[in-house]
C-alpha cells in the first residue's frame, strides 16, 4: 500500500470572458489541506486487485484518474469548497492493506467535517468506506445506524476465503455483527440472472431490501422513491455507493462485468439525488470504473455527473 498526496493536473476549458459565474472544476478543486474549512474531499482507492479475485476483468486501478479528467471541465455551480486528497494506491495483492488504509483517510477527512466522495477502483471500495464512516461515527455513537444504498446489478455478498470486489457486504454484515451495530442495506439493481440462487438467500437471511433492474423502470419511479424513503427514515446515517455495472452496457461499457439489462442513467440520477436530498449523506464512492474497457469515455462521464450530483 502506498498512498499518493500529490494534487492530479486538472486542466480544462476556461471562459475568461464570461466571468467568475463560467467556472469549470478544474478551477474550483484545491489540493486537500488538514487546516481547511470543510468542504467535500475526493479520495482515490487505486485498486485492480479486487477485481482480479473476483475473476473479473482488470483495469479499475485507473478509475481514479479517469473520473477526475471526467469531472475537471464540468461546469461549477456549488458554493462550497472541493478538495482532492489523492489516492491511496495498492501496491501489489496487498488489497486488505489498502482498504485499510483508506479507510483511515475517510475516517479522518469525517472527523475534519468534510464529506468524502470515493473514486474506485473495484467495488472492494465499499468494504473500506463503511469502515471509515463507522469507525468515525463509533466516536459519538455506540451503534450508529448506518443504511447502505448501493446501486448495483450484484448483491456482492459472496463467501470467500479473501476479500474481493464480489465480497464487501458480506464483509460490512460481518463488521455489523461484531460491532452489535444493524446491518441495513438495501441494493437496487440487482440483476436476477447474475446472482446465483445461494446469493438471493443469503440476502434473503441478511434481511436485505432489493429492486430488480427490470423493476426499476422511469414509470416505476413514483413506486421507487416510496421504496427508497422507507429504507431512509430507518436510518440515520446514509453510505450511498454506486457501481457503474448497474447502468445498461450501452451507456457503460467501461465496466468489468458490462450490464445486458441494466437500470437506466435518468433512473439512477433521480433517486441518488432523492436520497442525497434527505440530509442523512455522510458518505458517497463511485466504483467498477474500468477506463481501458471504455468507449468515448462514456462510463467516466456518467461517474463524473453522479459524483457531481452529490456536491451542494
Known amino acids: ?172 454484515a460481518e463488521y455489523c455483527e461484531q460491532a452489535g451495530m444493524t446491518f441495513d442495506y438495501c441494493c437496487l439493481g440487482v440483476s436476477e440472472l447474475n446472482n446465483t440462487q445461494a446469493l438471493f438467500d443469503q440476502a434473503e437471511r441478511l434481511k436485505v431490501r432489493y429492486r430488480l433492474d427490470r423493476q426499476m423502470q422511469p414509470w416505476t419511479i413514483p413506486a421507487l422513491e416510496a421504496f427508497v424513503d422507507e429504507f431512509l427514515a430507518s436510518i440515520d446515517h446514509l453510505y450511498l455507493t454506486l457501481c457503474l455495472d448497474v447502468l445498461p452496457a450501452s451507456q457503460a461499457p467501461g465496466v468489468s462485468a458490462p450490464s445486458a439489462h441494466g437500470v437506466d442513467l435518468m433512473v439512477v440520477e433521480h433517486l441518488a439525488r432523492r436520497a442525497k436530498a434527505s440530509g442523512k449523506l455522510r458518505m458517497a464512492d463511485v466504483a467498477e470504473l474500468n477506463p481501458g474497457l471504455d468507449q468515448d469515455q462514456r462510463t467516466a462521464r456518467i461517474g463524473a455527473r453522479l459524483l457531481a450530483s452529490l456536491v451542494d
Open 1 to 172: 500500500m502506498s498512498t499518493n498526496l500529490s494534487l492530479p493536473i486538472w486542466q480544462g476549458r476556461i471562459d475568461a470572458a464570461e466571468g467568475s459565474s463560467a467556472l469549470r472544476w478544474h478551477q474550483w478543486v484545491q489540493p486537500y489541506d488538514s487546516e481547511q474549512p470543510a468542504g467535500t474531499a475526493l479520495v482515490g482507492l487505486a485498486c485492480d486487485e479486487g477485481v482480479t479475485r473476483n475473476q473479473g476483468r482488470s483495469g479499475a486501478r485507473q478509475g481514479p484518474p479517469a473520473l477526475r479528467k471526467a469531472l475537471a471541465n464540468l461546469a461549477w455551480r456549488g458554493e462550497r469548497p472541493v478538495y482532492d486528497s489523492g489516492d491511496i494506491v495498492c501496491l501489489g495483492t496487498d488489497l486488505e492493506g489498502a482498504q485499510h488504509a483508506y479507510a483511515r483517510r475517510v475516517c479522518q477527512l469525517l472527523d475534519q467535517g468534510h464529506l468524502p466522495l470515493g473514486l474506485g477502483g473495484g467495488h472492494e471500495i465499499a468494504y473500506a468506506s463503511f469502515l471509515g464512516l463507522a469507525e468515525h461515527l463509533r466516536k459519538h455513537e455506540a451503534r450508529p445506524r448506518i443504511g447502505i444504498l448501493n446501486f448495483d446489478a450484484h448483491f456482492d455478498l459472496r463467501h470467500a476465503a479473501q476479500s474481493s470486489s464480489g465480497t464487501p457486504f458480506r464483509q460490512i
